[in-house]
């Protein structure tokens, strides 16, 4: 018996694997570069080059970028930078073994920097990173057989989400900005960040469109030796090529910046008051189609016996795809900023959701938002410091419909952060904390794999009676009651004078063996 089949890929996720290490080392102070006094700020970044599977072992190669601002031990409190990379290799052991490819879920720096003397600073970052596996795997369902005499079907309806490919590709970004007026010439750059803010991106034909914003901030001596500082928020826009999407296509996207680069140029007037930014946004993204599916769950025939192989089919079927917004306001108390402070130079922060759960109005999320801020103060000697903390919080977002047993991604990202200080050790975080959702609810599917074929037993056919009266059970079905009795289902409703398909408990009725003569 020819059966018609559909091919259904998914992404089978992977158990999540987390590891904390440690890396570290010592850095000297270049010749070039003037004796460290005292550090002001430090920062890690995590940059993983490779992952691969070694036995039971998932090994992790990369570096951790480090900047380091400090101020010289001379006497005139100008200040310096250093930067660098330390590279690792961390052994990360895996219960299972990972199938498909490896993903970097999450990964966060903590850098420390001790003073060994002031031609020599010793660095230790903790470093803590989630990983996982993603496997494409395809399921064949069945939604027909070939039409003969005497055969019956009955379908299910079922809407399930279809694998169309996973994008994994690079965009880079090159864009520029000019000092404002009221700013230093640049003379020489001490610290430099770049930092994702917004990314929006929709599926076009063939195409995925791009729309973000990046943060981009500079703290630089000018030509005549003054600290100054600018900030620049750049908006940028482009497409990369998706080959067979569609606008009607649903997709989740994980991505960042990575590779920033910035440098000066010199403006119309010969000044080197031209800021060149570029970096390379980095992203996955997985693209589903939504596909309306009439599956075949059972099957008989008045010519001979039929017997269908079933197996459970795990599909999923997409709930929604959202993106929501939560407004964080704190007040934090900072004794230690007490002494006057004249300005906040520059905000930054980064996120890590720590727990995630259905609750019975939304997915909650229980994270940490980790903000750092440059200010100035009162102390001619020591005009710059850094503050550096964080603020827990917990949001649940609206997810109407969502139940426990359903699966969801939630990609996270920091569009706007802020700090205004109120005085008397007080200050106001503010941030607005962008989450995207692709929540999908489980579709079981019990799949008719194969069906074998048999010749009627016509003995014991003979031997059923050729009429049966019946009193209709709680739960009972035309389709099971024709089955059974070796009938049609018009037949029973024909005789009985039924309308619709739906039977009453207690309800009365005669059925005919098919090919039954006496009426």
Known sequence: MEQLKKAIRKNVAGRRITDQFYVDGDVNVPDAKSDIGRVVYSRGTLRVDDMKTVDNYIRVTGKILYQILYVLESEEQRMSALQGKIPFEEMVYAEEEPKGSLLLKEGSVELSVSLVHSRKVSLKAMVEIELSSENEEEDILTLDVEEEPGLYRRWE?????????????????????????????????????????????????????????????????????????AEQTIPYEGRIECYGAEDTMYHHLIGGVIDENIDVRMDADGEMRIVGVEATLEMRAAIYSEEKLNILTDIYSLKQTLKPEFAQVEAAGLVMQNYSKYKLSEQISIPELRSEILQVCHT?????????????????????????????????????????????????IECNGAEADMEYDIGTILEQVSVGILGNGEAEVKATVGF???????????????????????????????????????????????????????????????????????EKMLIFKENMSIL
């Not at 770049?194 to 990314?199: G, K, N, T």
């Not at 801020?373 to 550096?388: N, R």
């Not at 089955?483 to 398909?501: A, C, L, V």
């Open 436 to 506: 995207q959702i692709f929540l999908r609810r489980p579709e079981r599917i019990l799949n008719i794999q194969d069906i074998g074929e048999e010749p009627l037993d016509l003995e014991q056919l003979s031997r059923a009676p050729g009429i049966v009266g019946y009193i209709v059970k709680d739960g009972d079905e035309l389709w099971e009651l024709a089955k059974r009795y070796h009938t049609t289902i018009e037949g029973i409703k024909s005789i009985n004078q039924i309308e619709g398909d739906t039977l009453k408990p207690g």
């Open 157 to 229: 309806p079922k809407e399930v989400l279809k694998l169309h490919s996973v994008k994994k590709d690079t965009y880079r970004i090159k864009e520029e900005f000019a000092l404002s007026n009221t700013k230093e010439t640049i003379g020489n750059i001490l610290l430099a960040e770049v930092s994702q803010r917004r990314l929006d991106t929709r599926l076009g034909t063939d195409e995925l469109l791009l729309r973000g914003e990046m943060v981009v901030f500079i703290l630089y001596e000018s030509v005549d030796g003054k600290t100054d500082w």
């Open 348 to 396: 930054d922060g980064s996120l890590k959701i720590e727990h995630t759960e259905i609750v019975s109005d939304g997915i909650m999320a229980e994270g940490v938002l980790h903000i750092c801020f440059l200010y100035i103060k009162a102390d001619d000697e020591a005009p710059f410091e850094v503050w550096q903390g964080m603020v827990p919080f917990t949001y649940v």
